[in-house]
């Protein structure tokens, strides 16, 4: 067996697939691998991907033609998942769908145990993905006169959820300067007022600096904050309740909860 390495991203593990499958070892006999803390198998080989962006760009078109959308999505956000399974996943759910199957709509299989493993990681992303759509909380950092506004967030997802956040966010805020910074994955969704949404990788952020609201942000937060203590009902107060609908790992940078 040889396992392709490559980065933990979806352009790594799309090019992982393309030089997997353009080996000529035989599918049965390649495999893929994404990031570097992997446990490694005493007999099989290992090749290292370098991640290619074209070839990145062939893989994904090719799916979304012959697999369709639908199937390209949940594909695309099984990539996004933490789990170390997910480059077997994705590479033996593609092999099923492209050399064995040959048909679209894959991923509704579910009696198939690879397509339903990847329909798990995909399920456990978009949830994710839609609780930090509800859950983000932006300030205003402070800035000079004649500085631009920028709204910050910062959260700590534990799967990579940023791709999942951007079109929601700049189409709520077309005209707004923001940064969505993840620091698990230390990733950063920029989006420029009027602009297209950037995912910047390796990104280190000055703690410091992100900490610093402006004047308007410290007052908005005071009124938000005795907005919530004003509506809650301190006989009715359940934080179990809360949770479920909450979960406690969000309320880190919550503006109510600080």
């Not at 803390?37 to 290292?48: H, M, S």
Request: glycine fraction near 6%; aromatic fraction near 10%; charged fraction near 30%.
């Amino acid at each position: 067996m040889t396992i392709f390495c490559c980065e933990d991203s979806v352009d790594g593990i799309l090019t992982a697939v393309y030089d997997a499958w353009d080996s000529g070892l035989g599918l049965s006999q390649v495999t893929v691998q994404a990031g570097e803390n992997q446990d490694r198998n005493l007999f099989a080989r290992y090749a290292l991907v370098e991640t290619d962006h074209g070839k990145a760009r062939k893989v994904a078109r090719t799916l979304r033609q012959r697999l369709g959308m639908e199937d390209y999505q949940v594909i695309y956000q099984a990539a996004l998942s933490r789990e170390a399974d997910k480059g077997e996943v994705i590479f033996a759910v593609i092999v099923l769908g492209l050399a064995v199957w040959k048909r679209r709509n894959i991923t509704k299989n579910l009696g198939e145990p690879h397509v339903m493993r990847l329909f798990e990681l995909s399920r456990r992303v978009e949830n994710e993905g839609h609780r930090y759509r509800m859950f983000v909380r932006f300030h205003e950092l402070e800035r000079e006169e004649s500085e631009e506004s920028v709204m910050f967030s910062r959260i700590e997802p534990e799967n990579q959820v940023l791709p999942l956040l951007g079109d929601h966010f700049s189409e709520r805020f077309p005209m707004m300067n923001f940064m969505i910074y993840d620091q698990t994955h230390s990733q950063c969704l920029v989006h420029r007022a009027g602009k297209q949404w950037v995912l910047m990788q390796d990104v280190q952020m000055d703690q410091e600096r992100t900490a610093r609201y402006s004047r308007e942000e410290e007052q908005y937060a005071r009124l938000w904050k005795g907005f919530v203590d004003s509506v809650a009902i301190q006989e009715r107060k359940n934080p179990r309740c809360q949770m479920n609908f909450m979960p406690k790992r969000y309320w880190k940078y919550m503006t109510e909860h600080n």
